[in-house]
């Protein structure tokens, strides 16, 4: 790895270095999370490995990693790098590129003039960056590291054939952008000037004229797609590439050492899903996964983002990212006139890089095509919008949003495979020297025994037993999060153990040991970025038969990107949903008896039988003061059973004037709608459909909170 590009990202000299746990403590801790994933038997052999271990070469490793630490900024930067990106041979694409997709600007601007805007934007943010005229990233006032921030412009990773590296171009090597269209690669150079209306409209006349003059070429013929395939692969295409033609290295440097990529992206998605499929991956053809990261510009005016993560982490890119959507926003209400482009009146200044290409190389690139399209089809990305209810309410109960969030993922992986997963959640350390994340293990004891209440034996535990597992379980998770933030987790640490042994020194057995190893191994991997600027956000599955969770946490919503290889991602959502909407409804109900529910939910099934029946018959107009009472009942809403509202009016029995009335309350905020809709709605085909899916809700979702019948 180069020396750096960016001035002033040292971290602060206030910053401390990332602490070395107790190895007492880690074995305590790795305990606790560990025992729960595996039978008494399989435990309690891994775990007298660990005891060996701690009384034979432990300490020795440790006092290694002590004396590292001294002579080091952080200890484990490098271990970390090696371990989790350079000595990773999957494909990046897939495996380890992170991915944003950002909210809709007030007005969809051209795709050029957006691009240009964006390049403007991040060109501003680099300069802002080395003249030290950052302010420095802080958590509740509490400093950040920014160590990271020299690595965000003109670096790229390159794959080696047993590990890879990043390169950080100099300053006066990188001062171009590097854009992608078609399968092609060209360089554009940035004007230079302080009229900011000036440099984005002499960008969009270069980036216009790529798309003019420019053919997109077949998806064989294109050498991005190589940057998808497996890093082994990737390896040996790069290096007949660079070996077709004399010229090609000189291109492939160009390429490289750009500021950045933006891609000129042919589709256009508009469903969540292709949103995040196509600033996941696209068709591979227009990207350079290698960069350090890729603007994505889309035919319809959509743009989002895709982050190489060797060296940075996505929290540092959302700064930029902000900074970005700000200045693309604020060009959406100037509206931008196409006068303003052909005012110019100078010649574009775009290099196309043409590669030459051999036989050996397109079939590289055949293969690489063969790969990537392989792998999509092997895949299964699925989004959650719930909008039930968002961080306000779940705080109102008394609980750590992101840890209520981590137990709804824990519920709804049981409910699908009836077991508790190995998970991973992501916790930042950068608040030392050089710090980037932690492994907050999200399962205890506490929340398998609440999986298991609630899906194995639900009627065995009464609401209030169910409600305290799960505070329990929340609390645990809220916890063993802070400590990871605070340098207290066990992975690094253990890591770093496994890291400190000499070559010639015997490995000790709990390294290899099946329960070790399968505590590690993250079916669910997840993290949270909860910013207002993302519509999108994810990555793929970090192993095969696991999930990648990416979730956003908003005032009054929650939203989930999952991503794995068809091990079921639609299902998880649905069963995320459910789980969400049952975990409030506990945690607000347990004070409750299980037959005041079954009343409530009993009347609630009565009023959706009443409005299919209601449905059935004539339409008759609603009374004045019935139009009233249902908009009211329809705005009042109800966020539990325990905070009635009226869910819907139907004829009363008594009499058989126009007037309704209001027979239950409870959760079905639907069943309001749909009668206040009612004179609107063509057939009642579709008030059936209603009845079914509500009446699977209130009986089925809530049947371990309801007494058994008798």
Same mark, same amino acid.
């Given at each position: ?178 854009v992608a269209y078609g399968g092609r690669f060209f360089t554009v150079q940035v004007p230079t000037g302080s009229n900011q209306k000036a440099t984005i409209a002499q960008l969009e006349r270069q980036l216009q004229a790529i798309i003019n003059t420019s053919t997109p070429v077949e998806r064989n013929q294109a050498i991005g797609v190589l940057t998808a395939a497996t890093r082994d692969d990737w390896y040996a295409g790069r290096e007949s590439l660079l070996q077709a033609a004399p010229a090609n290295v000189d291109r492939l440097r160009q390429l490289e050492s750009a500021a950045f990529l933006v891609s000129l992206e042919t589709s256009a998605p508009t469903t969540h899903e292709e949103f995040s499929l196509a600033c996941h991956c696209g068709d591979g053809a227009s990207r350079y996964f290698d960069k350090n990261f890729q603007v994505l510009v889309f035919a319809n005016g959509r743009y989002g983002f895709n982050g190489e993560h060797s060296l940075t982490d996505a929290t540092t890119d959302m700064r930029l990212c902000n900074a970005m959507v700000q200045d693309a926003e604020a060009a959406a209400v100037k509206d931008c006139a196409e006068a303003d482009i052909a005012a110019q009146g100078l010649e574009p200044q775009t290099t196309e890089l043409a590669f030459e290409l ?132 066990? *992975?690094?640490?253990? $890591? ?6 000499? /070559? #010639? %020194?015997? +490995?000790?057995? !709990?390294?290899?040991? =099946? ?66 909407? *049952?975990?409030?409804? $506990? ?6 008896? /299980? #037959? %005041?529910? +079954?009343?409530? !939910?009993?009347?609630? =099934? ?105």
């Open positions: 790895m180069n020396a750096s590009n960016t001035a002033g990202t040292e971290p602060s000299t206030t910053l401390e270095k990332l602490p070395i746990p107790e190895l007492d403590d880690t074995v305590a801790r790795f305990a606790t999370v560990v025992k729960p994933l595996f039978s008494d038997n399989e435990f309690e052999v891994c775990l007298g490995k660990m005891k060996e271990f701690v009384a034979t070469q432990g300490p020795v490793l440790q006092e290694r990693l002590r004396k590292r630490s001294a002579e080091q900024q952080n200890w484990m930067e490098e271990w970390w790098n090696e371990y989790a990106y350079f000595l990773n041979r999957a494909s990046i694409c897939f495996n380890v590129n992170y991915f944003f997709g950002f909210r809709d600007t007030p007005r969809r601007l051209r795709q050029t003039q957006l691009a240009a805007v964006l390049i403007e934007s991040a060109m501003r943010f680099r300069e802002q960056l080395e003249s030290n005229n950052l302010e420095t990233d802080n958590i509740r006032g509490k400093p950040m590291c920014m160590h990271q921030y020299q690595y965000m412009f003109g670096t790229c990773r390159h794959p080696g054939k047993t590990r890879d590296w990043t390169e950080v171009y100099p300053r006066n090597e990188s001062g171009h952008v590097a051999n036989d050996a190389v397109r079939v590289h690139i055949a293969r690489a095509v063969d790969y990537f399209d392989a792998t999509v089809a092997a895949h299964e990305l699925s989004t959650l919008a719930f909008d039930g209810f968002g961080k306000e309410q779940v705080k109102k109960l008394g609980v750590s949003p992101d840890a209520f969030v981590q137990m709804a993922m824990q519920l709804a992986y049981y409910r699908q495979f009836r077991h508790v997963p190995a998970t991973y959640e992501s916790a930042s350390t950068k608040a030392f020297a050089r710090g980037r994340t932690e492994t907050s293990r999200s399962v205890s004891e506490h929340s398998v025994a609440w999986c298991r209440a609630m899906v194995d034996q639900p009627e065995q535990t009464g609401l209030q037993a169910k409600a305290e597992q799960l505070r329990e379980a929340i609390a645990h998770q809220a916890r063993f999060t802070a400590q990871c933030a605070r340098g207290s987790g066990i *992975d690094r640490h253990l $890591l770093g153990l496994e890291y400190a042994l000499l /070559p #010639h %020194e015997p +490995r000790p057995a !709990v390294f290899d040991d =099946a329960v070790f190893a399968a505590s590690r191994h993250w079916r669910l991997s997840t993290s949270q970025i909860s910013d207002p600027i993302l519509a999108a956000y994810g990555w793929g599955e970090v192993v095969d038969d696991g999930f990648g969770v990416a979730y956003r946490i908003e005032g009054d919503a929650l939203h989930f990107n999952v991503v794995s290889q068809r091990m079921g991602s639609e299902r998880l959502c649905r069963y995320l949903s459910d789980a969400l909407t *049952d975990m409030r409804f $506990l945690l607000a109900n347990a004070h409750r008896q /299980p #037959h %005041e529910i +079954r009343a409530e !939910v009993d009347a609630v =099934a009565n009023v959706l039988a009443s409005i299919k029946l209601l449905s059935a018959s004539p339409r008759r107009p609603l009374s004045p003061a019935s139009e009233a009472a249902c908009v009211s009942s329809s705005e009042s809403g109800s966020a539990s059973v325990s905070e009635p509202a009226s869910v819907a009016h139907v004829p009363s029995s008594s009499d058989d004037s126009d007037q309704f009335r209001a027979p239950a309350a409870g959760e079905a905020a639907a069943a309001r709608a749909v009668v206040a809709e009612l004179d609107r709605l063509p057939s009642n085909e579709i008030i059936c459909a209603l009845e079914m899916r509500l009446s699977r809700f209130v009986r089925e979702s809530l049947s371990w909170a309801l007494p058994s019948a008798t």
